[in-house]
């Protein structure tokens, strides 16, 4: 079984940047083996991203003072934002 194809449009100037990366990959690489490395490393830097967001976060509740400050904050934030905007 064959996976469906389709075209896209993409502007020239990226489409010879894929083609660029795919010269690059050797031959044999197509414009959609660019595309789904490009899609893996999005989604791995995305993963990354959040758990080390995820971490952060478990540190900062730990810390009862920073626990402290970040709701002051934010219920500064709040409050400033409630506030009737002057015409």
């Known amino acids: 079984m064959t996976a469906d194809m389709t ?3 993409v502007p020239k100037a990226l489409r ?3 083609n660029e990366l795919a010269n690059q990959g050797g031959r044999g690489t197509t ?4 595309l789904t490395r490009l899609l893996e490393e999005h ?5 990354r991203q959040r758990l080390a967001f995820e971490e ?3 540190r900062a509740k730990a810390d009862p003072d920073a626990v402290a400050k970040a ?3 934010t219920r500064g934030a ?3 934002l409630r506030r009737p905007q002057a015409s």
């Open 78 to 80: 709040i409050e400033h």
């Open 43 to 47: 989604k791995t830097t995305r993963l």
């Open 7 to 9: 075209s896209i449009k």
């Open 31 to 34: 414009l959609a083996d660019v």
């Open 56 to 58: 952060l976060l478990a």
């Open 16 to 18: 010879d940047e894929l």
């Open 71 to 73: 709701e002051r904050l």
